[in-house]
């Protein structure tokens, strides 16, 4: 069974970093696009980056474009988000996904994981 497993969510200050991990495992993990998306308390869900199953490829919303880096270590099924130079407004519980196919930006998945929950407070 599909199974996307999100950590490293916490408390940071502005200006600060963290890295949020995503297990995965039940599928070819190489084979797929994976993305990152968030949901801020009463909002809806905001698509934030993507990459290609091989890594070559890289995609990231206006609003965290600059701070935050997508990546993959397929070797060890896992896709991070490295986030730098966080803002109040970053503050959200944030969901890895599955992509249908390899790449594209379609913002089309069929598995999440539960998510991990990102605050930015002063």
């Known amino acids: 069974q599909v199974q996307l497993v999100e950590s490293g969510g916490g408390l940071a200050q502005p200006g600060g970093s963290l890295r949020l991990s995503c297990a995965a495992s039940?599928?070819?993990?190489?084979?797929?696009?994976m993305s990152w998306a968030r949901q801020a308390p009463g909002k809806g869900l905001e698509w934030v980056s993507g990459?290609?199953?091989?890594?070559?490829?890289?995609y990231y919303a206006d609003s965290v474009k600059g701070r935050f880096t997508i990546s993959r270590d397929n070797a060890k099924n896992t896709l991070y988000l490295q986030m730098n130079s966080l803002k109040p407004e970053d503050t959200a519980l944030y969901y890895c996904a599955k992509d249908l196919g390899p790449g594209g930006l379609g913002h089309e998945y069929d598995y999440w994981g539960q998510g991990t929950q990102v605050t930015v407070s002063s």
């Open positions: 990459i290609y199953s091989d890594g070559s490829d890289t």
């Open positions: 039940g599928f070819t993990f190489s084979s797929y696009a």
